[in-house]
């Protein structure tokens, strides 16, 4: 038996026992297995778990859907299985029963992202989740906007990678420097010190599209680069400006020239800098 299906094979016969756990419910968007299509772990198989829930206001937010709380959330169907429906708010012993199956029937999956929406929206149910998914041999990717600093704390010990989105006012229309600032004060008193960071747990996500300006990008390399110079900054260039069959060439050329210059601005501040796009947009999966 390889590692990984000995893995979902433990997770298959894992019961979760804890009276925390057990308690939690949560509200969930879907739930699905894909190919991870964003930031340095682009290209992983990975099950995701999309919580519900959501105030930030980015512009260019490509899964509306999941910024507010519904009556139920969807497991998608896998290999032609038709969707199933479940109801909100879902207990966490169903969610990881869930996982569980999806890793059975795609493995081997030995990650799970935890994204959203925001899932730091529900920091006690994601640490609870979280935390039953390491106990089933699970590795947890949490995807999150880096704006609820006072959230953190619950889920940091629970979690393998942080994948931290700055949100840059252009896009969002608020200001959200002071709440990334603490949020990386949390990270330096945990364990994702810089000393102890690597790409394997902690990295920084920047969404540009073509009201960004190179100020902004600058700050926020500046922003990370204060707390480490190591940390891994990935600038993700706006897909509908991309990709969108609307989208002309004079525009996708303006926002190439806007990336290129964030990109040699942040690599005079920061170690790793790197330029992604959305992956899975090209590959039209989920
Ligand atoms: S943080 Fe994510 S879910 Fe929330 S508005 Fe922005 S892109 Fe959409």
């Known amino acids: 038996m390889s590692t990984h299906s000995k893995q979902n094979h433990v997770a298959a016969n894992a019961r979760d026992t804890s009276p925390a756990s057990t308690a939690t419910a949560g ?8 190919v991870q299509g964003e930031g340095l772990f682009v290209g992983e198989r990975q099950i995701f778990v999309r919580t519900a829930g959501c105030a930030a206001t980015c512009s260019w937010c490509d899964t509306v859907y999941s910024k507010v709380q519904t009556p139920r959330f969807v497991v998608h169907g896998e290999h032609g299985a038709p969707a199933r429906w479940r109801p909100n708010p879902v207990a966490l012993g169903d969610v990881l029963d869930d996982v569980v199956a999806c890793a059975q029937a795609n493995a081997p999956v030995v990650t799970v992202s935890i994204t959203g929406g925001e899932p730091l929206e529900q920091p006690e149910f994601v640490a609870a989740l979280a935390r039953g998914l390491r ?17 953190l704390p619950h889920v940091i010990d629970h979690v393998d990678v942080i994948a931290m989105d700055i949100k840059l006012p252009s896009a969002t229309g608020t200001e959200h420097w002071d709440a990334h600032r603490d949020f990386f004060s ?23 599209d073509l009201k960004a300006t190179i100020t902004e990008m600058e700050r926020a390399a500046d922003l990370v680069a204060s707390f480490s110079p190591r940390v891994p900054f990935v600038i993700q260039p ?3 400006t991309m990709l969108s069959k609307n989208a002309t060439r ?10 290129d210059a964030g990109a040699r ?3 005079l501040r920061l170690d790793v800098v ?13």
């Open 186 to 208: 949390v990270l330096r008193e945990s364990d994702f010190q810089p000393t102890r960071v690597s790409a394997r747990s902690l990295f920084v996500k920047v969404i540009v």
């Open 27 to 34: 509200y969930l968007s879907e739930l699905f297995c894909s």
């Open 135 to 151: 106990e089933r041999g699970f590795r947890v990717y949490l995807e999150t906007a880096g704006i609820h600093p006072r959230a």
């Open 238 to 240: 706006e897909s509908e």
């Open 250 to 259: 004079e525009n996708r050329r303006a926002l190439l020239d806007l990336i």
């Open 265 to 267: 601005a942040a690599s």
């Open 274 to 286: 790197r330029v992604i796009p959305q992956t899975h947009k090209v590959l039209d999966v989920r």
